[in-house]
């Protein structure tokens, strides 16, 4: 017998039944709701205080919140424990999965104790007698279970159903889910039922028989995990390709409710898992009247209400029995008896594409708005502007240099006409935010050289030329042309003399022989072939609005209004808010993986252009697809480890390209800017965190003017060089940065 007990803290969830204090960045566990530290800091120092024998501590988190976590273990004695980090949810099953497998092959066949991170439990020596009054049934090979004598009919909890009783230690009956008002008063009157805490003591070898009896699946996916898993100072680091195939369940589902001879020990430690805002009025320091107020706050003549405001100051009368929560961006009101159903608030948001749920505007996340403008002005117009229109020129062959090496050497490669035209609209837009560098001469310098070595003889542009502008790829490419067609119409309002005469005689290729006959979009090739892309289309649709702005003829808002169509009837799925990248000739989604393919960063350029012709057109619901592409790629594209956006995921959230490119950050500050002030919340704290992610991952690191433009999930270079291609991007997205943070400089 050993009186070691390995404790694991499970952090998982979002407890969106505290909205809007508890988002989806900043979840109900690292709220100090009491006054005495967050609830995950509470809870460690509760597993902390037990007064004898080995106590382990372990947390497992989302890796998407290690800052925070990091943080509250600060000063902790987790006596050998740490940190076990997985990469995406997968419910309990497997956090209690990895609970045990960590145990046995560090403790052995210890005793697992397995508690959630944000419930509230006050009697700390209470409940280490509960939690030793378990531990002979647990080292017997029994699963324990600790339960609450219910004071009310509570439907906000689930329950266990008891029987026999022996030594103070009943047998469990069956677990009941949540149930209605009807059913809680029944389950109050038998006396047989107590609220479930969803802690768990167990034997770690009797939790792997159970796993292996009722759920091989999960165990064995956890297992591969676990073994292929990564250590470092900061903690454990689960292979994301691993750790996702692991099948989500609860634990209550896949083991607890299929197991018999499950032990009950009526807890004997003050409980509540503060799980909706009436529990918090139960809980919190009650004024004479009732009230628990918290935050810049007056109130009068109201009795037994939650008033909170972690914003500005909130002011009531003659409230009773209601809560009132007020944050920086939204408040929430209702009776305590209706404050479960917050749910049905944060799904009819979701569904609406609102932002409120992801983010939490905290005053801590930026200094000010327009923070990082002194770095970006420097940047832009001290280092990569001076670099990228002398090292990047090719003098001698004429155009721009693909690529330049981390020497900022250029790289003799094959120039793509795309890169061309990236480069003379790059150099035309800082030339219009003040750039006092030789735009006229680049932009002319890359014109000549691409009308000069790169046209067809229809009248349309290659995709590929040599380093000495001999022809290398003859293909007329629809996303080449939608390229040349900005570069054009940027070039057009910088004053070029050729640039409106080469944007019709392109137009004229593009309807001769890049439409499709059936009018549905445009070809990938001239030649027809191959599979059909939203991409392409995404950027002639830029191309549109970028001539719309040129000339203001109404003919280039109709050409950009076709893609719409095409994005609302094909493009965009409602049900997941994503955007499809693969299509048939049909315009169904490609089969197999590229109809599951989606890019964070595509959504991102998707709802900047979808804004900018909302604006243009008066078609205002376009805003809403814009919102729900941003909280798609938000909430299901971002590697959590660093906050940037991966390359690809699948319509379910699922990585698929787990490297990180430059591109996509800077289209996702161009997409927050777009939707700052167009209907949801404040978002310039956002658009300053994205900034600072872009420099701190991307630009920082690199030599003076350069970027890494890939880095992997753990924020490793996977660079060799630094493309042209990109910096279009970048000129694009931190010229709106200052734009839109001009009045504060």
Same mark, same amino acid.
């Given at each position: 017998?050993?009186?070691?007990?390995?404790?694991?803290?499970?952090?998982?969830?979002?407890?969106?039944?505290?909205?809007?204090?508890?988002?989806?960045?900043?979840?109900?566990?690292?709220?100090?709701?009491?006054?005495?530290?967050?609830?995950?800091?509470?809870?460690?120092?509760?597993?902390?205080?037990?007064?004898?024998?080995?106590?382990?501590?372990?947390?497992?988190?989302?890796?998407?919140?290690?800052?925070?976590?990091?943080?509250?273990?600060?000063?902790?004695?987790?006596?050998?424990?740490?940190?076990?980090?997985?990469?995406?949810?997968?419910?309990?099953?497997?956090?209690?999965?990895?609970?045990?497998?960590?145990?046995?092959?560090?403790?052995?066949?210890?005793?697992?104790?397995?508690?959630?991170?944000?419930?509230?439990?006050?009697?700390?020596?209470?409940?280490?007698?509960?939690?030793?009054?378990?531990?002979?049934?647990?080292?017997?090979?029994?699963?324990?279970?600790?339960?609450?004598?219910?004071?009310?009919?509570?439907?906000?909890?689930?329950?266990?159903?008891?029987?026999?009783?022996?030594?103070?230690?009943?047998?469990?009956?069956?677990?009941?889910?949540?149930?209605?008002?009807?059913?809680?008063?029944?389950?109050?009157?038998?006396?047989?039922?107590?609220?479930?805490?969803?802690?768990?003591?167990?034997?770690?070898?009797?939790?792997?028989?159970?796993?292996?009896?009722?759920?091989?699946?999960?165990?064995?996916?956890?297992?591969?995990?676990?073994?292929?898993?990564?250590?470092?100072?900061?903690?454990?680091?689960?292979?994301?390709?691993?750790?996702?195939?692991?099948?989500?369940?609860?634990?209550?589902?896949?083991?607890?409710?299929?197991?018999?001879?499950?032990?009950?020990?009526?807890?004997?430690?003050?409980?509540?898992?503060?799980?909706?805002?009436?529990?918090?009025?139960?809980?919190?320091?009650?004024?004479?009247?009732?009230?628990?107020?918290?935050?810049?706050?007056?109130?009068?003549?109201?009795?037994?209400?939650?008033?909170?405001?972690?914003?500005?100051?909130?002011?009531?009368?003659?409230?009773?029995?209601?809560?009132?929560?007020?944050?920086?961006?939204?408040?929430?009101?209702?009776?305590?008896?209706?404050?479960?159903?917050?749910?049905?608030?944060?799904?009819?948001?979701?569904?609406?594409?609102?932002?409120?749920?992801?983010?939490?505007?905290?005053?801590?996340?930026?200094?000010?708005?327009?923070?990082?403008?002194?770095?970006?002005?420097?940047? %832009?117009?001290? =280092? $990569?502007?001076?670099?990228?229109?002398?090292?990047?020129? @090719?003098? !001698?062959?004429? +155009? #721009?240099? /693909?690529?330049?090496?981390?020497?900022?050497?250029?790289?003799?490669?094959?120039?793509?006409?795309?890169?061309?035209?990236?480069?003379?609209?790059?150099?035309?837009?800082?030339?219009?935010?003040?750039?006092?560098?030789?735009?006229?001469?680049?932009?002319?310098?890359?014109?000549?050289?691409?009308?000069?070595?790169?046209?067809?003889?229809?009248?349309?542009?290659?995709?590929?030329?040599?380093?000495?502008?001999?022809?290398?790829?003859?293909?007329?490419?629809?996303?080449?042309?939608?390229?040349?067609?900005?570069?054009?119409?940027?070039?057009?309002?910088?004053?070029?003399?050729?640039?409106?005469? %080469?944007?019709? =005689? $392109?137009?004229?290729?593009?309807?001769?022989?890049?439409? @499709?006959? !059936?009018?549905? +979009? #445009?070809? /990938?090739?001239?030649?027809?072939?191959?599979?059909?892309?939203?991409?392409?289309?995404?950027?002639?649709?830029?191309?549109?609005?970028?001539?719309?702005?040129?000339?203001?003829?109404?003919?280039?808002?109709?050409?950009?209004?076709?893609?719409?169509?095409?994005?609302?009837?094909?493009?965009?799925?409602?049900?997941?808010?994503?955007?499809?990248?693969?299509?048939?000739?049909?315009?169904?989604?490609?089969?197999?993986?590229?109809?599951?393919?989606?890019?964070?960063?595509?959504?991102?350029?998707?709802?900047?252009?979808?804004?900018?012709?909302?604006?243009?057109?008066?078609?205002?619901?376009?805003?809403?697809?814009?919102?729900?592409?941003?909280?798609?790629?938000?909430?299901?594209?971002?590697? !959590?480890?660093? +906050?940037?956006?991966?390359?690809?995921?699948?319509?379910?959230?699922?990585?698929?390209?787990?490297?990180?490119?430059?591109?996509?950050?800077?289209?996702?500050?161009?997409?927050?800017?777009?939707?700052?002030?167009?209907?949801?919340?404040?978002?310039?704290?956002?658009?300053?965190?994205?900034?600072?992610?872009?420099?701190?991952?991307?630009?920082?690191?690199?030599?003076?003017?350069?970027?890494?433009?890939?880095?992997?999930?753990?924020?490793?270079?996977?660079?060799?060089?630094?493309?042209?291609?990109?910096?279009?991007?970048?000129?694009?997205?931190?010229?709106?940065?200052?734009?839109?943070?001009?009045?504060?400089?």
């Amino acid at each position: 017998m050993t009186d070691r007990i390995v404790s694991f803290v499970m952090s998982g969830g979002v407890g969106s039944r505290l909205w809007p204090l508890s988002r989806e960045d900043n979840p109900k566990q690292f709220h100090d709701l009491s006054g005495d530290g967050s609830m995950l800091a509470k809870t460690l120092r509760r597993l902390a205080a037990r007064s004898g024998g080995e106590t382990p501590i372990f947390l497992i988190a989302s890796e998407r919140h290690a800052e925070r976590v990091h943080a509250d273990l600060a000063g902790l004695d987790l006596a050998g424990g740490g940190p076990l980090f997985e990469p995406t949810g997968r419910n309990t099953a497997a956090a209690v999965a990895l609970a045990t497998l960590r145990t046995l092959s560090e403790f052995g066949d210890s005793l697992v104790l397995v508690v959630p991170s944000d419930h509230e439990i006050s009697t700390v020596r209470q409940f280490w007698q509960s939690i030793e009054a378990g531990a002979h049934a647990a080292r017997a090979g029994r699963l324990v279970v600790f339960g609450i004598k219910p004071t009310q009919p509570e439907t906000g909890y689930g329950y266990i159903e008891v029987a026999a009783e022996s030594g103070g230690i009943f047998d469990v009956s069956r677990f009941v889910e949540k149930p209605d008002l009807a059913t809680a008063e029944g389950y109050l009157q038998a006396g047989s039922f107590y609220w479930n805490t969803g802690i768990f003591l167990f034997r770690a070898g009797a939790m792997r028989d159970a796993f292996v009896a009722f759920q091989p699946d999960i165990w064995q996916a956890t297992e591969a995990a676990y073994e292929a898993a990564t250590s470092d100072l900061s903690g454990l680091y689960m292979p994301l390709e691993l750790y996702e195939a692991i099948p989500s369940n609860s634990i209550d589902y896949a083991v607890m409710e299929r197991a018999k001879d499950i032990a009950m020990v009526p807890a004997g430690f003050r409980w509540n898992d503060l799980g909706s805002w009436q529990s918090l009025l139960d809980v919190g320091p009650a004024d004479d009247q009732g009230n628990v107020i918290v935050g810049d706050v007056v109130a009068i003549d109201c009795e037994n209400s939650y008033i909170r405001s972690d914003g500005s100051l909130l002011s009531a009368i003659g409230m009773k029995d209601v809560a009132i929560v007020s944050t920086i961006d939204a408040t929430f009101i209702a009776p305590v008896s209706h404050s479960q159903h917050v749910k049905k608030i944060v799904e009819q948001l979701e569904k609406s594409g609102r932002l409120e749920t992801r983010f939490t505007p905290a005053h801590d996340r930026v200094i000010e708005s327009g923070a990082w403008r002194r770095r970006v002005h420097h940047w %832009l117009f001290q =280092e $990569t502007l001076p670099l990228w229109s002398t090292s990047g020129v @090719d003098e !001698r062959h004429g +155009g #721009f240099h /693909e690529a330049l090496g981390f020497d900022a050497e250029p790289l003799m490669k094959p120039k793509r006409m795309r890169t061309q035209a990236r480069q003379v609209y790059a150099f035309a837009v800082a030339s219009a935010r003040g750039w006092d560098g030789p735009a006229d001469r680049l932009i002319a310098h890359g014109i000549d050289f691409m009308a000069g070595k790169g046209r067809t003889d229809r009248g349309g542009w290659v995709r590929t030329l040599n380093v000495d502008g001999s022809v290398a790829d003859a293909t007329e490419d629809a996303y080449d042309h939608s390229c040349v067609l900005l570069a054009l119409a940027h070039a057009h309002m910088s004053g070029n003399p050729d640039a409106l005469r %080469l944007g019709e =005689e $392109t137009f004229a290729f593009l309807d001769a022989h890049l439409e @499709d006959s !059936r009018m549905t +979009g #445009f070809l /990938e090739t001239s030649d027809g072939e191959g599979e059909r892309r939203s991409n392409p289309h995404m950027h002639l649709l830029e191309a549109f609005l970028a001539w719309h702005q040129a000339t203001g003829e109404r003919a280039h808002l109709r050409r950009a209004a076709r893609i719409i169509d095409l994005f609302r009837s094909h493009f965009f799925d409602p049900e997941s808010w994503t955007l499809g990248e693969y299509f048939d000739a049909e315009w169904k989604p490609a089969v197999g993986d590229k109809g599951l393919w989606t890019e964070p960063g595509h959504h991102f350029e998707w709802a900047s252009l979808l804004v900018d012709f909302a604006e243009r057109s008066g078609q205002a619901e376009l805003r809403g697809f814009a919102r729900k592409l941003y909280a798609s790629a938000i909430a299901s594209g971002l590697n !959590r480890a660093t +906050g940037l956006a991966y390359g690809a995921v699948s319509r379910q959230g699922l990585p698929l390209d787990l490297a990180s490119r430059s591109w996509p950050q800077a289209e996702a500050v161009k997409a927050a800017i777009a939707l700052n002030g167009s209907g949801g919340p404040d978002l310039k704290p956002e658009i300053e965190a994205r900034v600072g992610r872009l420099f701190r991952w991307h630009i920082d690191p690199a030599p003076l003017g350069l970027w890494i433009d890939r880095i992997d999930e753990r924020g490793r270079s996977l660079a060799s060089d630094v493309p042209a291609s990109i910096f279009y991007h970048l000129v694009c997205a931190l010229t709106q940065y200052l734009d839109g943070t001009a009045e504060r400089s």
